[in-house]
Every structure is written in C-alpha cells, then in structure tokens.
C-alpha cells in the first residue's frame, strides 16, 4: 500500500481536514509532521465537529495510530485540552497518539515574542500571526540554545534549563516590550513538568516508529498543516508562517526520506482566502468577498478572525502544486459559488505591462502584480446534496474543468459542504490535462 500526503495549496484552511478524515480509514498510520497550534482542523462527524489543532485527524479513526512528528512545535497546555476534549466524547486519544520527544516546545516566552513580534511600526504591514508563539519557538530551535524539546521535559536536568533560559529571556524580552514581562521560572517548571508527565507515556522516538512501520509496508497519510503559500522558503515571505508547510517539508519534519513518500494530493477551495497580512492578487475586498466569507464561514478555527475572500488563484496554486509535487487535486467549497452568477478565475498577471504565468518570489512584485480574469457562467442551483458528477450542474462542471486545465493537475475529489457524506469522488478523474 502507498503512503499519501496531503498539502493544501493557498494560504492554509483549505479544509484539509475534512480530507484527511476521509482518508484516514485506509490509512494505519496519521502523521502531523509541521507547525503547531497555529493550524486549525475541523472536522464534522455526523452531529459531532471536531476542532483540533494539534492531534492529527486520524485520532477520530479507532484503527489508526497518530503521530505527531519532530517538525511540530508542541504546545502542551493545547495538546491536553485537546486530548481531554475528544476523551470526554469518547474518543481513545491515549492509546493513539505519539508524541515525538524531538518535537520542540510552545514556552510562555514564546508567546511573548510573537506579541512583541507583532508590534508594527505605523504604515508597516503586519504579519498578523495567530500569536500562538509558533516563530519564536522555531528561532530558538534553529538558535539552538534556549530550546527545549518534549523528551527534555522528562528529563534530570529540566529545572536548571528553564532557569538558565529564562534569566536569558527576561533579561531580552524587557528589552523589547513595552510592558513588563513576567515569567516565573519555578512556575513554568511547575505547569510544564506536570504537563510533561500526563503527556510522557506518549512521548518517544517516533522516527524509529515511522522508519519501522514504512519499511515493513504499513501506509501512512502524512497531513500537511497550513497550505504551501505560507511555506517559510517557498511561499510570500516574509508574510508566511515558520514551517515548510508546502510538498517539501514532509521529510524534514516526519523523518522519513524521500522513498516513502508515494503520492500527493493537493487540496484547494474554489475560491481563495487568506488570514493575517501580506499580498493576495485575487483578493476581493467588495461585496463579493463579503458573500463569500458569509456562505464560506470564513472566520478563522484558531483565532476567528474574519479571513479575506477573493476569486480563485490559479497562478499560485499551479505554482504551488508543482512545488509540492502534487499529482491529484481535492476541490472544496464548491458549495459557496453556488449563487454567483458569474465567477472568475485569475489565469494570468500582469506586472509592469508584461503578462506572466509565473508566481513572483518577492513579495513586493506580488504586490504589484494585477490579475487576468476569465470569467464563468455560474450555476445558481444548490449543489448541496450532489452526490456524482453527473448530477452537478454542467456549469460547476466546467469551472473545476478549467481550474483542472489551468493548474494542470487532474481532480479527484470535489466538495460540496462540509460533512463526510457531502463528497463526490470523480470516478473518472475530471481531468483535461
Ligand atoms: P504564525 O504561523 O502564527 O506565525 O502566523 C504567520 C502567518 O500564517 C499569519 O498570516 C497567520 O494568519 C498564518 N497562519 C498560520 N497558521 C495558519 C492556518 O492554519 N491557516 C491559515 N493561516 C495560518
């Protein structure tokens, strides 16, 4: 059997986890192997929804094993809240979950950076993050020095760590803040080495788990947080998150090499939405991205901020697809074009009077950039309860061909609202390519 990776190709929620839930029942292993908290999946189970940000989705399968890889940065305090949740609705989380001992640590401090962090000077744009500590946590993994991982936590010398980086963080956070800053070394000892032992029979070696369970054959869906837009190196820096949230971090962050990656699936909304600041060609800040945050329920699973509508993106998601090494694409949300009557797709841009089919790498030629819109026939039919591609309107047909076209990758699966049963497998992949 093949392992699997699923990328979402925008700016992230691009509801990876409804996929990933779908999937997970073919799959014996789940891994998170990027970001942390910052990332929001929802998950909707006949009544029940699911927000999990941490847990891999897999948890909601009783057969699959969750593994919550070296790449994540590990919020502890989220992860038990998490892990309470689902038990108090009955869900086995214990004998599920793995928690790499390599994984780093969400401190107090972090979050205190990320405040600071997101202090702009007037006129600047602000990167708007989720304030979840994600980059501050990331830059002391790469500065080495004041970090500290999940297996440290259980470790002898626990205690006199935290005291050593904390003298170092007070002394450089009130440096920088404006507020006094507070942080009680014997405190953080206190909440993070009981929180280290609720959480210890879970924490381990898990690159020698995924090393074993892929060299014997057992499948494994990798499920990628963010979308390959807000990728630290690939995407629009610097308005991007701290992780490799595109195709190309699934190895750095999981541990496993390149051999056992056997396919990817891209997925995307039909339209487009972005959360915090930076560019977005596409971006419709009118009536139109209105109707469509309101259908869409655009607000934001970890922080509600309201995101920012705009037409689909076909520049950058042919970009990011190819970057991510995608080979079928999962089309969502079809459902909330339904009561436009003409939609638009941005085919090109066009920058100092030239017209380019590729994505800018600087963020200030993004900004410049103006898109070229085709533009559909919409469907006016609610699509809700569509089950087959034949019984889609011929016009929604048509605008997931296109994007198919455009993006040159074949669609597997489309989505027309957020429950498991609202999915249409294209058995014939709806493909023009
Ligand atoms: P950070 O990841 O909290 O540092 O935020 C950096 C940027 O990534 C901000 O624009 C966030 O809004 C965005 N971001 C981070 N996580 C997510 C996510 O799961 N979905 C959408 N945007 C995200």
Redesign the pocket.
């Known amino acids: 059997m093949s392992n699997l990776c699923v990328i979402?190709l925008q700016?992230?929620?691009e509801a990876k986890g409804k996929l990933v839930d779908l999937l997970t029942e073919r799959f014996q292993i789940v891994v998170r192997y990027q970001?942390?908290a910052?990332?929001?999946?929802t998950v909707v189970a006949g009544s029940e929804t699911y927000k999990l940000h941490l847990i891999p989705s897999g948890i909601l399968n009783p057969q699959a094993t969750n593994v919550v890889a070296p790449g994540v940065v590990v919020h502890p305090a989220t992860l038990l809240r998490e892990i309470h949740g689902l038990e108090e609705r009955g869900v086995d989380v214990a004998g599920h979950l793995r928690l790499s001992e390599r994984a780093h640590v969400v401190l107090p401090w972090h979050v205190e950076e990320?405040r600071i962090a997101n202090e702009t000077e007037p006129g600047e744009e602000s990167?708007?993050?989720?304030?979840?500590?994600?980059?501050p946590c990331y830059r002391d993994k790469v500065g080495r020095r004041y970090a500290l991982r999940l297996g440290d936590l259980l470790r002898d010398d626990f205690e006199e760590r935290v005291h050593q980086i904390c003298k170092f963080k007070k002394r450089y956070l009130s440096e920088f803040s404006e507020y006094p800053v507070e942080l009680d070394a014997d405190q953080i000892i206190r909440d993070y080495g009981t929180m280290g032992q609720e959480l210890s029979a879970m924490i381990g070696d898990t690159n020698t788990f995924l090393l074993d369970a892929a060299e014997s054959g057992q499948s494994i869906l990798f499920e990628g947080?963010?979308?390959a837009l807000?990728d630290v190196d690939h995407g629009t820096f610097p308005?991007?998150?701290?992780?490799n949230?595109s195709g190309v971090g699934v190895c750095s962050g999981s541990g496993l090499p390149p051999r056992f990656i056997h396919q990817v699936i891209g997925v995307a909304k039909c339209y487009s939405?972005?959360?915090?600041?930076?560019p977005f060609p596409t971006e419709q800040d009118n009536e139109t991205g209105e109707h469509i945050r309101q259908l869409g329920k655009e607000f934001?699973?970890?922080?509600g901020?309201p995101?920012r509508c705009g037409w689909f993106d076909a520049v950058a998601v042919r970009y990011t697809a190819r970057l991510s090494g995608v080979d079928r694409l999962s089309m969502m949300m079809l459902d909330v074009l339904s009561e436009l009557d003409e939609i638009r797709i941005c085919v090109a841009y066009e920058i100092d009077g030239r017209q380019i089919d590729d994505f800018p790498s600087h963020v200030e030629d993004l900004r410049k950039v103006r898109p070229v819109y085709e533009t559909l026939p919409g469907w006016q039919t609610d699509i809700t309860g569509v089950r087959s591609l034949e019984d889609l309107p011929a016009n929604a047909v048509a605008y997931v061909q296109r994007i198919s076209q455009l993006v040159g990758r074949p669609v597997e699966v489309i989505s027309v609202g957020p429950d498991r049963t609202q999915t249409i497998f294209c058995n014939e992949m709806l493909s023009v390519v």
Not at 273 to 278: A, F, L, N, Y
Not at 300 to 303: A, E, K, V
């Open positions: 979402g700016w992230g929620d970001g942390g910052n990332a929001g999946h990320d990167i708007g993050t989720t304030l979840r500590g994600i980059g947080a963010q979308g807000l308005y991007v998150t701290s992780s949230s939405t972005r959360v915090g600041g930076g934001g699973t970890t922080t901020r995101r």
